[in-house]
């Protein structure tokens, strides 16, 4: 019996042959399950696209249609901590558009097991702590330049570094590594800084006192937010500010399931098939958020066209409008007089083989009944005659 | 830190990559009826095939998890920049 329904592996996807076979009756005869499999083919065959149907501009549509049911604010997290999420509108946009910077970077940082069950929450806290960036001006009082003998002076807030977990030797280590050509000397409260060169002047002291104030003391850098909260089960650190690469390196962080709403950074560190991934749970995350219903095929075939290229690609000018090779199609979205006088430039060709162009010029348009063509091979001798 | 690597393919987004042999890609683009240039590409630099060594040109058969079609096979072409 298996084998009947395995001859049908190449004509039906696997879930439709795993449902088949979840669903027939034990005992069931060779013959029936036959006629069984090619109806099922059959009913298969008749609810696939039909070819030259515009899959895309019914994309559009449906993707289209809630978007004017969306709302155009940017929420707060549910609940605790003034963390910022895009949602709606915007985020859609910013998706869609591909933007290298996003309003809200965040990520969701699933953990290893000890972590995870939240047994020991002052472990937990202090690994929140650890991911945290913490900058050289988040635990000083004051910076202050000493215009004699040109050093500057960064006073130390102790409990703040306390509560964090810092002393004064990791910092001055964490200096050191980041700022060249200064001698640090620790002064119990404070940390002095001189310059080695002697020709250092004024201007140079106060240029390095605003830098000082951005060096990352502790934590991964561009984390400027952490929020430990209790998914189901487990707890999950959720943080504002993103840097991938840098959270799977950490021991604690359960790697294969922590993710980034920034899709350049999984294209990165993941590649092209994960930002795929990644743009359809996004958009899938906003639009079920507003309570609204859209089919998955509309939104995987989007994140297909962003992708074609092998590099995330905006629906922009600039993303996969430019990659089109028809001049009239690209004049036609944005910008026309540019690209019709680039296009003149150079002599480009355009065969008409797509839609805008066809209505552009009054043809019909291949998709649908439009799409076959006629090819007629003239009679030799009929030419000859003539 | 001494960490085991971490392994793309094993986080949960990234689907299972492999490449096609000469054979394959033949019979491939035979179905299809397509030339090579004409298939998706990925790049050559692309983290998620770091470990299969695929050259330019190569194809590279894509096994998505899909909420549709339960596995779907996509394909990608080896680009060059």
Redesign the interface.
Not at chain 1, 268 to 274: C, D, F, K, M, Q
């Given at each position: 019996m298996a084998d009947i329904i395995s001859e049908y592996e190449d004509r039906l996807?696997?879930?439709?042959i795993?449902d088949v076979r979840n669903s027939i009756a034990k005992g069931i005869s060779e013959t029936k399950l036959k006629k069984l499999l090619e109806a099922t083919c059959e009913e298969y065959k008749n609810s696939r696209v039909a070819p030259g149907e515009s899959v895309g501009l019914i994309a559009a549509e449906s993707i289209g249609e809630p978007g004017t049911q969306m709302t155009l604010n940017t929420f707060h997290f549910a609940g605790v901590a003034e963390m910022n999420v895009t949602l709606g509108l915007p985020r859609i946009i910013e998706i869609l558009d591909g933007r290298k910077e996003l309003d809200n970077p965040m990520m969701e940082i699933y953990l290893k097991k000890p972590f995870a069950t939240g047994k020991k929450i002052e472990d937990l806290r202090h690994l929140a702590l650890q991911i945290k960036e913490t900058k050289l001006k988040d635990i000083a009082t004051e910076f202050t330049i000493n215009i004699a003998d040109l050093t500057i002076e960064v006073k130390l807030d102790k409990d703040k570094m306390k509560e964090i977990d810092l002393t004064t030797g990791k910092v001055l280590d964490a200096i050191s590594k980041q700022l060249k050509g200064y001698n640090l000397r620790d002064n119990k409260d404070s940390i002095v800084l001189k310059a080695r060169s002697k020709e250092d002047s004024f201007n140079d002291s106060y240029k390095t006192k605003e830098k000082i104030k951005e060096i990352n003391v502790k934590g991964i850098k561009g984390i400027f937010q952490v929020l430990p909260v209790k998914r189901e089960e487990e707890f999950v650190i959720i943080t504002a500010g993103s840097n991938l690469a840098d959270i799977?390196?950490?021991?604690e962080v359960d790697?294969?399931?922590t993710?980034t709403n920034n899709l350049f950074e999984?294209e990165?560190?993941?590649?092209?098939?994960?930002a795929r991934?990644?743009i359809i749970?996004e958009i899938l995350k906003v639009i079920e958020s507003q309570g609204l219903n859209v089919d998955?095929?509309h939104i995987?075939l989007v994140a297909?066209t962003m992708?074609?290229?092998?590099?995330v690609k905006g629906i922009t000018r600039y993303g996969v409008v430019s990659e089109k090779s028809s001049v009239l199609a690209r004049a036609s979205f944005e910008t026309p007089i540019k690209h019709i006088i680039n296009a003149a430039l150079v002599g480009e060709v355009d065969n008409l083989d797509s839609v805008v162009e066809n209505v552009m010029i009054n043809q019909a348009i291949p998709i649908g009944t439009g799409l076959p063509g006629l090819t007629v091979k003239a009679p030799q001798k009929a030419a000859k005659e003539k | 830190m001494k960490k085991p690597k971490f392994k793309v393919d094993k986080h949960t987004l990234t689907p299972k990559h492999l490449k096609l042999g000469e054979k394959e890609k033949a019979q491939l683009l035979e179905r299809y009826h397509v030339t090579s240039k004409e298939l998706p590409k990925i790049q050559k630099t692309d983290s998620a095939i770091k470990e299969l060594e695929a050259k330019p040109g190569d194809i590279v058969k894509i096994i998505r998890k899909s909420p549709t079609a339960g596995d779907a096979v996509f394909y990608r072409v080896v680009s060059d920049v």
């Open positions: 996807p696997p879930k439709i795993e799977l390196q950490l021991e790697a294969y399931r993710t999984i990165h560190v993941l590649g092209i098939e994960a991934q990644a749970n998955v095929r995987m297909d992708c074609v290229s092998g590099t | -």
